[in-house]
Every structure is written in C-alpha cells, then in structure tokens.
C-alpha cells in the first residue's frame, strides 16, 4: 500500500528566533603638533571577557559616527563562514588591517603594521570582549597614524579588514584561512595634515547584542592580541538536536540531528541578512518538537564559549504533523 502525505505535512520549515546583531562604527581624526607626541598617546586597559591588558591609544571622547559598508560587511561574512564551516579559503595571509585616505592629489594607504612608530604610516588594531547582560560585545579599535612629514588634505577615509579562522585543531601549529582585505566602513571628512603635524584616525567597530549560540558566526578580525576561530571539526562544534519524543534530548543524546553545512548572506534594507539552514528527519513524525542548539567555539588566547539553546516548535497548522525538519537560524547585522 502507497502512503502519500501532503508536502505541506512533510516538510517543516521554521525560524530560530530573528536575532538582531547590530553593527556599529564611530570615528575620530586627530592632528597633534609633532612635538606633543610624547604626551598624547595614553595607556589604555582593555578587557578579554575576565583578562586585561593594555594598550597605547589616542583620546576616544567626541567620536562620530561613520558609515558601515554592507556590502563589504555582506562579502567579508560570506568568506569568512565559508572558511569557518566548509573550511574553504586562502591559506595566504593578508594584511589585517588599510585605512585609504582620498586626498587632493591621489590617495593615502595606512597599512598595518602592529604598533604605532615615528615617522612611518601604520594601522594597528586593538580588540575587546566583554559580556551585557547575556550577550557578549566585540570591539575593535582601529588606530591608524602617519608620523611621517607628508602633507595633505583629505575628503574621505575608508576602513579596510580582513577576518581569519583556524583549519587546524588546538595544539597544532596554526594553519590559518583569511578573508581578504575589505571595506567595511567609510567617511566623509575634511582635514588637513601639515608637514610639522602628526595624524591619527581612531576607528572603532562593535557587534553588539551577540547571544552566546550565535558567537560562531561572527568573524574574527585580524588583531594584535591574536585571538581568531578554530573553525568548525578542528576544535569548534554546532549541533542541531530535534525532539521526536522517542530520544535522549540532550548534547550528549540520541535525538535526531543535524550540523552546519552551508549558509547564505545577502544585504536587505541596508543589514546584512545571515541565513544557515539544518535539515533533519524526525523518524515517525511529530505535531510539536522541541530543538537543542549544542555548541562551543574554539578560541586560541581565550577560553573556549559553549552551551546550549532550546526552543519549542509548532506547525503552522494545528494538528498538523511534519516529518522533516528545516530550520533557518536567522542573523540580522544591523547597521548604525
């Protein structure tokens, strides 16, 4: 005998929450007389969640806000999941960090160079994690300088990153991935810079309001502290766990599941949309499952974040029964 279902209670498509990362970048440019140098850069303590270290920054008061680039934000979060969860990227490193300055004659690249010196151009890029009730915050400062007797007058700056992700697991030698180098955020502004000056551009990039199961998909940009990924089979893991009422409903259990095998990141109303996909069969059937998301990011210089997320499903009609299970987990960059 033929069983035929409707495709309708055969396949279940759901959403795990909209969660809505936001993406903020403010700036400062800042001209100083040569000979105030020794006085203006100031030690600064930044956190990495419970551990502090410092750096030597300008003032961070009065900063503006820029201009984030979605789709270099879109294009920089494609390559780096494709790295992350496929293992597919470039194994030559890239600059970690530029800042292109448009002048009245050409342009201006400040390229990276790990510290702030005299008489060179540089970029370096400090970064800070911490947690806001639940969620956790990533801050990247980006500190670009020109201490060199170049003079000129500036229309537009434009910020450069690059993300990196480990493909082998802790305690090998690191066999690093790189996005490549990408706007991500621009301004327009009007300075000029002398021959007696010195000139800096702080740059500070923040994703804000990431909850804990969604830190994997969060690049990890290039940055002197040198924390990056250990991407997914080579020390970091994501699971998707249905329950069908006939399993252990636990990480460790027998429940139906599923991993991360692809993903899709588009730009729509000016957020970077994030969609990843799990497809899993729930055996005989269910009207009602719950969902277990099981995961832990690998980090190299900080611990290791893991748990767990649950959330009930229904189908969109009552007493309906699905079979198979896609869920989407949506993540919304928005862009301030």
């Given at each position: 005998m033929?069983?035929?279902r409707?495709?309708g209670?055969?396949?279940k ?6 969660e809505?990362?936001?993406v903020k ?8 007389k ?8 100031k ?10 270290y410092?750096?030597?920054?300008p003032?961070l008061?009065?900063?503006q806000?820029n201009t ?8 920089l979060m ?5 790295a ?7 194994g030559?490193?890239?600059?970690p960090?530029?800042m ?5 004659s ?14 060179t151009?540089?970029v370096?890029?400090y ?11 990533w801050?990247y ?5 020109d201490t ?5 007058t ?12 480990n493909?082998?697991s802790p ?5 690093l991935?790189?996005t ?6 621009y301004?327009?502004?009007s ?6 000056s010195?000139l800096f551009?702080v740059?500070l ?6 909850p ?20 997914l089979?080579?020390g ?7 329950n069908n009422?006939?399993?252990n ?6 429940c ?5 095998t ?5 730009v ?7 969609e ?6 729930l055996g ?7 969902m277990?998301?099981?995961y832990n990011?690998?980090y ?12 009930t499903l229904?189908?969109?009609?009552s007493?309906?029964t699905?079979y ?6 949506t993540?919304?960059?928005?862009t301030?």
């Amino acid at each position: 005998m033929t069983v035929r279902r409707r495709v309708g209670d055969v396949i279940k498509k759901v959403v795990l929450r909209k969660e809505i990362v936001k993406v903020k970048g403010n700036y400062k440019v800042i001209i100083i007389k040569k000979e105030e140098f020794e006085k203006f850069l100031k030690v600064m303590k930044l956190r990495i969640l419970n551990k502090e270290y410092e750096a030597l920054m300008p003032p961070l008061d009065n900063m503006q806000k820029n201009t984030i680039d979605v789709n270099g934000l879109s294009v920089l979060m494609s390559q780096y999941l494709s790295a992350f969860i496929s293992h597919s990227g470039s194994g030559s490193a890239t600059t970690p960090a530029q800042m292109v300055l448009t002048t009245q004659s050409g342009t201006v690249t400040l390229t990276y160079t790990g510290g702030v010196n005299v008489n060179t151009q540089g970029v370096s890029v400090y970064l800070q994690i911490f947690e806001d009730n639940g969620s956790f915050v990533w801050q990247y400062y980006y500190v670009g300088y020109d201490t060199t007797n170049a003079s000129y007058t500036t229309s537009q700056i434009e910020l450069y990153a690059s993300a990196y992700t480990n493909n082998l697991s802790p305690g090998y030698a690191p066999n690093l991935l790189y996005t490549d180098v990408i706007r991500i955020a621009y301004a327009n502004v009007s300075f000029t810079k002398t021959s007696d000056s010195y000139l800096f551009i702080v740059w500070l990039i923040q994703f804000q309001n990431v909850p804990p199961y969604a830190l994997s998909f969060i690049p990890t940009l290039q940055n002197n502290a040198g924390i990056y990924t250990y991407n997914l089979g080579n020390g970091s893991s994501y699971a998707v766990f249905f329950n069908n009422n006939n399993c252990n409903f636990s990480c460790g259990g027998n429940c139906p599941s599923g991993g991360l095998t692809g993903f899709v990141t588009y730009v729509q109303s000016n957020n970077v949309i994030v969609e990843i996909p799990v497809m899993v069969g729930l055996g005989g059937g269910v009207s009602t499952a719950e969902m277990l998301i099981c995961y832990n990011t690998a980090y190299n210089n900080m611990p290791n974040i893991s748990g767990s997320y649950t959330t009930t499903l229904s189908p969109p009609v009552s007493g309906g029964t699905f079979y198979l299970a896609l869920a989407t987990i949506t993540l919304i960059f928005q862009t301030s």
